[in-house]
């Protein structure tokens, strides 16, 4: 089955507690990407990926890193969490940029 | 960069009746106009896209139009159903850094 497999679903962290988020696809997709929902914000974008070893910043990258050594996997990065990430984080992919994105279910992520 | 616009952030309809969500970008480069519907605690899910070489498209209760010199596109959604309760976004892109979404409608469909 075409998907995007984001680990974990739930995570509960403290400040400062480094931490990854996974995200896989299994459909050859060249361009995947990160987003943050929060209310009354809609979905923003941290970081995307055009292909392997090319990343670039969305509008909200501060505090957050991630690499792409593999077409498959692009793992999103927390190098010291803060209670203002706390959010639902959606990865997404697409053959390109010009066509729909494949979502991942999404990581709801609480720093405290 | 590219910025959004989503009109209404709450819509309340019949059900039976016609619903319109509005957008409006910035950037006259972006040449991609997709929409997605996100279910309470569920991903986001392409419902309806199109280009900007495309006037208007038409997925069965669903159409979308495109008003490129406006820099306007819209989702009609017609005889709603319950099920078409949900979070609806619009976005505009198809750049070389994907995609930029509206804040989203909740749109509410009234027994």
């Not at chain 1, 974990?8 to 050859?28: A, E, F």
């Not at chain 2, 009746?17 to 605690?41: H, M, R």
Request: glycine residues 8%; contains cysteine; charged residues 20%.
């Amino acid at each position: 089955e075409a998907q995007v497999t984001q680990n974990p679903r739930y995570l509960i962290t403290v400040t400062g507690k480094k931490l990854t988020v996974t995200c896989s696809q299994n459909m050859n997709h060249e361009y995947m990407s990160w987003y943050r929902q929060d209310p009354g914000l809609g979905l923003r974008q941290i970081y995307y990926s055009m292909n392997v070893e090319v990343t670039d910043k969305g509008d909200v990258p501060e505090g957050y890193k991630v690499s792409r050594k593999e077409k498959r996997n692009f793992p999103l990065i927390l190098e010291s969490p803060s209670p203002n990430q706390t959010s639902l984080y959606f990865c997404a992919s697409s053959f390109g940029t010009g066509a729909g994105y494949t979502f991942g279910s999404g990581t709801r992520l609480t720093v405290v | 960069g590219e910025n959004v616009e989503q009109h209404p952030s709450t819509l309340s309809v019949q059900e039976g009746d016609s619903a319109v969500i509005k957008c409006t970008y910035s950037d006259s480069a972006s040449n991609y106009f997709p929409w997605y519907k996100q279910e309470l605690g569920k991903r986001p899910q392409l419902i309806i896209d199109i280009r900007s070489n495309v006037g208007e498209k038409k997925d069965q209760r669903i159409a979308v139009t495109l008003n490129k010199t406006a820099k306007h596109f819209s989702l009609h959604i017609t005889e709603t159903q319950p099920e078409d309760s949900a979070v609806y976004f619009c976005a505009a892109g198809g750049g070389a850094d994907g995609l930029t979404f509206g804040k989203g409608t909740h749109l509410i469909i009234q027994p």
